[in-house]
């Protein structure tokens, strides 16, 4: 972050050294200090005590109350995230807030330093830092927060509390603005555009620890904010300039781009830092910023009175560009086939966007090089600052692919009038687009009105609208004495205004017939001579018209300026009703003759700004490698501190010298001993060049005379590399005896984390006496370089450099030229030892004196990116907006060959194999390593003591012999694992039966009284029966004319022949009497798709059964699953039944690496696979760790974003041996909804893996296509017992009340006879009789239709204060039922009764 004091002179060459030195000192030492030991007290240990005990708490709970573990996950996957998304926002705003406090004191160092001041002639460059503005900001900032803190608690707080219930206890319980003042980085004057006018741009960076804390105390509520950081360039203009105090007419506020937020909540708010929810909060907070600070929304203060706020708030554009989106090539082909393994095309469109102005092309199938041939028009409100922004996608049918973007500032158009060209596309391996744009100038003439038509004729372009040849801007002001409302009431007017196709509406003015709207609106004009505007003036429902107004623009043509100013009276209004308008016409003008004889240089020129979308790094970049050498012991060594004279061997004090790149490493002391045990682990950065040998030196520790030697030895770096893993022992050269034990590995890397775990914990298993930490990865930073940074205040350039720290390791680039865009192209390469913790620091200083901004990044973001890699272009911290720099970081995660999972590539050798690597100086016959298979350090501890009496040799093998007694034999190879699964043909090709069971008519009577003297009834129930599965309806009593209501699903196969059985019979106490049958056939449903028919009964008199059979068709994408599972929510049923939503096809293939069992022995592996209530199991396998099931199973999903499939695989069916949990929503971010991979086992062993495809099939019924016609059959009406359609209105002349019953629907039957229903009319508050009407009673009808009329003499006035209430009666109830179906109140103050309305 830029200093905010005043700048320190640059230094010189003869400054001294020391004072320098004495800075540096003192701004390490606020990084460096140490935390002073604290001690323990028994308060500390009951605490530590309680919040282990409150961490373990859930866990217990969880268990005892049996939580499904799949909830466990979830919470801790959201967790993780949360915490993730938290480490990472407070590091960000910790960093920027410790680089302003070290930039404060430094500068303030170096300013005490200054012993003259700036003379005069000293000039300041365009954008200058305002070093008084952010002394004031500063000084008045603990006034700002008291102002806050009042607004808040006094203003803010009470208003909250009156506005809900809930909120009745909610205080803020602390405002602390806190002491980081906002800053104003820089301010830019521009004087190339009106002289009438100051136009500024402030370059604000704030970096707060602003706390704000509320409370609700009724529901236990805290939230808040801690921290936050917010980083744009705010467009100051100052216009009108008058000749009067305040010199200044108003101030407009805007910015061009969206700042950058990023806020640090608290307390409940905590959630807001949730994936996806932390997205989601700080946009829909920038959108509130959006919605009256960036552009085209301005913020306009006025100074004086009288002001055009509207054109203030809504001037004249400064141009229109046209963008001719032409051709791409070279895209990136996204649609793979055969599972990825043949590369396919793209189907590829572009989104453009110039401020809120957005637009898509259409997609072109299958290609990489598209042709679209498309034409848009932009509004270019402010230059330069404005930018063309191009996004290209794959279009797919579930989530589109990303293909590459680009931008361009429209700036440069303007410059260019005309730029045609290739634009490269960044954030992809390859692509690029065509543009041409064209600047359109505005003329205020229609003198070239004529020409610009005809070059509109030539233009070709495949999108629906042609090009245009004006702009017509409208300033809607006010109005004046519009009609009042029917009823006597002020209207709440706004205004439509339309051109051609094109209707744009204004904002509502309340309760008023003089309403001030100064608003603007922006209108493409194709041929002014012949095109209109029309005004519409109407009330907030846009039914009641309170005038309209119809102007021709061929009237602007004739007009000087072509503009109308003025009152227009308003037609279809009242006498003196009149608007206020300013219509301004532009004339888009193409100047060709101003276009530069080179449009490519001169876009060349123009496109300094298009920088390279990604560091071309040399091919060398990255190919380094680690070292890793283990130290181990050493066996033998000659004794070098003799006794009298030599005439009584004596011991060493040996230690180790190891040379290898430039690098030495040094190892500890061991006091008199001639066979030492160091354990000790270096690691260096190598790159393979040929030639490079490890240099061995041991030596004898001596005191007062020089070292003595006590040998030597090399090894070559190729054979290292060739081994990748040697272990054995080295013989000492140029001496009697010795030799050292040495474990020398290359570690291979990998460019994927998904080892990551087991590495970090095969390191924590591994101790050395030098305190080594074993590496992680190795991250390899390439910084190309940077482009927009701040000039110094003194007006010069800077000259940069980078200073890239990780951990204690730091880096520094070298110091460029004077430049504002310096380029370094310089590598380097860190050693990472927990690539989830550490974070890259890299600092950017003018000399390493001046800090000029920071960046920070965070290597976890790395591990979340393909190929560890981010290559792109960073904003800097604490510089100007258009500050960044272009860096590459490339992350390699460093796998051990011991290592468990490691790849076998890697050659051990150990001292008996023939091997390269062994020195040509070993003759002794060398002594076998302890273990191969175990890491060196537990073998090396455990075999090799500090005694020298004991035996080494014995030792050694003794360890030697106890391995090779445990080592397994070998393992025999096994055959690949097929990546996917392989089910048969027949896997998903099952379909949905859905059988609807509505009603029946004239059923046989067959409980007949008086030996069938009397005819009676029946109670009927129906048997549904299709391939073995039987569904059976409820039973009516005493009904021949029964509605059942019911739903039945079942899966089939599609080729099949059977038939659906249908037989319905009375219920008896005894034995049920028949009703009939009838059968229909299952591949007529299937051809028909979906029938709604009565059947009739066979095998007796009469009778017929109404049923709706559907054969669900099934898709494979999301669009219609909204509509599906709306589907779900309108119908109901007797039965209770749910449609289903989709169908889940599940193939268990196999498993690997099964766990045995306790007794040691194989298991015999089922799996029991369970969605919802459906369980299904698979066979049990014959004993082995690797079972093969090849079984197939289908569920039916009602819900397929909330359940879940779990899979429990066990032995027996009574030991659990693992189990997955697969979310059903997973499959929906899928392509095609499938799932086909092998899944981990929770509960298992590491290895344990089970190989299954989930493939879901969204259910697409016909029905959903009759919910906006309302006929769908079984339909649920609202929420209640039914509905009722009403027509409310006033008659004004006859000053009455007029209620038409027109019909209700969705009735519940309360009987079995019906219902007989009528409707009851009640105004209250009045309830006596003269307010009571009813309708006219309809017999055993649960869609009973009325059309009855009513009238209340009524005044309009008291209508206001009346409720109308509507029951439904039952007329045939008893004392046993209510008589009341259903009731409704209507308050009429809220019905429009002048307009009337018509609604159930």
Request: some cysteine; hydrophobic content about 40%.
């Amino acid at each position: 972050m830029q200093s905010d004091k005043s700048e320190p002179s640059e230094p010189k060459g003869t400054e001294c050294p020391s004072s320098s030195d004495a800075e540096k000192k003192a701004l390490s030492a606020v990084d460096t200090q140490a935390p002073k030991p604290k001690g323990i007290s028994a308060v500390a240990v009951l605490w530590t005590f309680g919040k282990c005990l409150g961490a373990l708490l859930p866990v217990y709970l969880a268990g005892y109350y049996r939580v499904s573990t799949s909830l466990l996950m979830f919470g801790m996957m959201v967790y993780t995230g949360w915490k993730h998304a938290r480490e990472a926002k407070e590091a960000r705003l910790k960093s920027a807030i410790q680089l302003l406090d070290n930039e404060q004191e430094y500068t303030s160092m170096k300013v005490s330093k200054i012993k003259r001041d700036l003379p005069a002639w000293v000039n300041f460059p365009d954008v200058e830092k305002v070093e008084w503005l952010n002394k004031v900001l500063q000084q008045v900032w603990p006034f700002v927060g008291q102002y806050l803190e009042k607004l808040l608690v006094e203003t803010i707080a009470p208003s909250i509390r009156a506005s809900s219930t809930h909120l009745q206890t909610l205080s803020f319980t602390k405002v602390d603005m806190g002491d980081k003042a906002m800053k104003v980085v820089g301010i830019k004057a521009h004087t190339e555009n009106d002289k009438g006018q100051v136009l500024l741009d402030l370059y604000i960076s704030y970096v707060g620890n602003v706390e704000i804390n509320v409370e609700v105390k009724r529901y236990f509520c805290k939230a808040g904010v801690k921290g936050i950081q917010l980083h744009g360039m705010m467009r100051v203009i100052l216009e009108p300039l008058i000749g009067d105090v305040p010199i200044v007419g108003a101030v407009t506020m805007f910015f061009i781009r969206r700042p950058k937020l990023d806020i640090n909540w608290t307390g409940l708010t905590n959630l807001l830092d949730i994936p996806g929810l932390n997205v989601m909060s700080d946009s829909m907070i920038m959108d509130a910023i959006a919605s009256f600070l960036v552009l085209p929304n301005r913020l306009v203060v006025p100074l004086v009175p009288g002001l055009h706020i509207a054109q203030l708030r809504s001037p004249l554009p400064r141009g229109v560009v046209r963008i001719h989106l032409v051709e791409a090539q070279n895209l990136a082909a996204k649609d793979t086939s055969v599972k990825g393994v043949m590369a396919g095309l793209s189907d590829p469109y572009a989104i453009l966007r110039v401020g809120p102005q957005t637009f898509t092309s259409q997609h072109i199938d299958n290609t990489d090089s598209p042709k679209w041939g498309e034409m848009y028009e932009v509004i270019v409100h402010e230059v330069p600052g404005q930018e063309l922004e191009v996004e290209v996608y794959d279009k797919d049918p579930d989530q589109d692919d990303f293909l590459g973007r680009t931008k361009l500032d429209l700036g440069i158009v303007k410059k260019s009038i005309v730029v045609d060209d290739w634009f490269p596309l960044k954030d992809t391996p390859s692509g690029r687009v065509h543009f041409k744009l064209e600047w359109l100038a505005l003329l205020p003439s229609a003198d070239r009105l004529e020409q610009s038509l005809k070059r509109n004729e030539s233009v070709i372009c495949k999108t629906s609208d042609p090009p245009s040849s004006a702009i017509l801007v409208v300033y809607l002001d006010k109005a004046e004495a519009l009609p009042m409302k029917k009823g006597n009431k002020e209207p709440n007017p706004m205004v439509q205004l339309s051109v051609q196709d094109v209707t744009r509406e204004s904002k509502t003015c309340y309760t008023t017939i003089n309403p001030e709207w100064e608003e603007a609106f922006t209108f493409f004009i194709q041929d002014p001579r012949k095109q209109d505007i029309d005004i519409q003036v109407k009330d907030a429902d846009r039914v009641q018209t309170l005038g309209s107004l119809t102007i021709p623009l061929s009237r602007l043509l004739s007009n000087a300026n072509l503009s109308l100013d003025q009152w227009f009276q308003l037609d279809n209004s009242g006498s003196a009703s009149r608007i206020y308008i300013n219509t301004v016409l532009r004339v888009l003008w193409l100047d060709e003759e101003g276009i530069p004889s080179d449009v490519s240089s001169n876009l060349a020129a123009g496109l300094s700004k298009q920088l390279p979308q990604q560091t071309s790094p040399h091919p060398s970049f990255a190919t380094e490698g680690l070292l890793r050498i283990h130290l181990l012991a050493g066996q033998n060594l000659v004794p070098k501190d003799n006794l009298m004279g030599g005439m009584v061997k004596g011991k060493s004090d040996p230690y180790v010298k190891i040379n290898i790149g430039g690098e030495t490493f040094t190892s500890h002391v061991i006091k008199g001993n001639l066979n030492p045990t160091w354990n000790e682990m270096y690691e260096v950065i190598l790159t393979q060049l040929p030639g490079q040998e490890l240099h061995m030196e041991v030596f004898d520790k001596d005191m007062d005379m020089k070292d003595d030697f006590m040998g030597r030895l090399k090894i070559s770096l190729k054979d290292i590399i060739d081994a990748r893993y040697t272990d054995q022992w080295y013989t000492l050269s140029d001496v009697k005896s010795g030799r050292v034990h040495l474990v020398l590995e290359w570690v291979p890397t990998a460019s994927e984390s998904d080892r990551l775990d087991q590495v970090l914990q095969f390191h924590s298993r591994q101790s050395y006496q030098n305190k080594a930490v074993p590496s992680a990865g190795l991250l390899f930073v390439y910084i190309e370089q940077a482009d927009g940074l701040p000039v110094k205040k003194s007006g010069k350039d800077p000259k940069v450099g980078a200073e890239l720290t990780l951990e204690e390791t730091s880096r520094k680039t070298t110091v460029c030229e004077r430049t504002t865009s310096p380029q370094w192209n310089e590598a380097f390469c860190y050693k990472v030892r927990d690539p989830r913790e550490d974070i890259l620091v890299v600092k950017f200083s003018h000399s390493w004196t001046l800090p000029i901004g920071s960046l920070v990044v965070p290597l976890r973001e790395l591990l979340s990116e393909p190929e560890l890699v981010l290559d792109q272009w960073f904003h800097l911290d604490g510089a100007s907006p258009e500050s960044q720099v272009l860096l590459r970081a490339e992350l390699k995660i460093l796998i051990p060959s011991k290592c468990p999972g490691a790849t076998d590539e890697a050659k051990v050798i150990s001292a008996s194999d023939p091997s390269p690597a062994r020195p040509k100086q070993e003759t002794d016959p060398v002594l076998r390593s302890s273990s191969v298979d175990a890491p060196p350090v537990e073998t090396i501890v455990s075999s090799v003591t500090l005694d020298e009496h004991v035996d080494v040799k014995e030792t050694v093998a003794d360890v030697t012999e106890e391995t090779v007694e445990e080592s397994p034999s070998p393992a025999v190879a096994q055959p690949p694992r097929p990546p996917h699964t392989s089910p048969d043909l027949s896997f998903a090709s099952e379909g949905l039966l859905r059988i609807h069971l509505l009603e029946a008519q004239n059923l046989v009577a067959k409980d007949n009284l008086m030996g069938g003297m009397v005819k009676g009834k029946s109670d009927p129930y129906v048997k549904i029966n299709i391939g073995g599965v039987a569904f059976k309806s409820h039973v009516i009593k005493e009904n021949l004319n029964p509605t059942w209501n019911e739903m039945y699903e079942l899966v089939l196969t599609g080729n099949s022949v059977q038939e659906i059985k249908f037989e319905a019979f009375d219920k008896d106490i005894d034995s049920d009497d028949f009703l009939g049958r009838f059968s229909v056939k299952l591949n007529e449903i299937i051809r028909l798709q979906y029938t709604d028919q009565w059947y009739t009964l066979n095998d007796v008199k009469s009778g017929q059964i109404h049923l709706i059979l559907e054969w669900v068709p099934t898709v494979s994408n999301t669009v219609r699953l909204d509509q599906v599972l709306q589907l779900q929510s309108l119908q109901s049923y007797q039965n209770k039944a749910v449609p289903s939503a989709a169908l889940l096809f599940v193939h268990v293939e196999r498993a690997h690496s099964l766990p045995l069992k306790k007794s040691g022995k194989e298991p015999k592996a089922g799996a029991e696979l369970v969605l919802g209530e459906t369980t299904y199991k698979t066979k049990l396998c014959d004993r082995g760790t690797s079972p093969q099931w090849n079984e197939s199973f289908y569920f039916l999903v009602h819900d397929p974003k909330h359940q879940m499939l779990v899979v429990k695989l066990s032995s027996g069916w009574d030991q659990p041996m693992g189990s997955l949990v697969v979310t059903v929503k997973e499959l929906l971010a899928e392509p095609q909804l499938v799932l086909d991979q092998w899944f981990h086992l929770d509960g298992a062993s590491p290895e344990s893996q089970i190989l299954l495809r989930a493939e879901l099939k969204i259910l697409n019924s016909k029905m959903v296509d009759m919910i906006s016609a309302e006929t769908l059959p079984c339909a649920a009406y609202g929420s209640g017992n039914g509905q009722v359609k009403l027509s409310l209105s006033y008659a004004a002349q006859q000053r009455k009340l007029i209620v038409v019953v027109h019909a209700c629907r969705g009735l519940l039957s309360q009987s079995k006879d019906g219902v007989d229903s009528y409707v009851s009319l009640m105004l209250l508050p009045d309830k006596s009789k003269a307010t009571k009407r009813k309708t006219a009673v309809k017999k055993r009808d649960l869609k009973p239709e009325y059309n009855e009329k009513f009238e209340y003499d009524l005044p309009m006035e008291e209508a206001k204060f009346r409720r109308l209430s509507v029951s439904v009666k039952n007329n045939s109830a008893s004392f046993r039922s209510r008589d009341v179906i259903g009731q409704v109140q209507i308050e009429l103050a809220e019905v429009d009764l002048i307009s009337g309305v018509t609604e159930w």
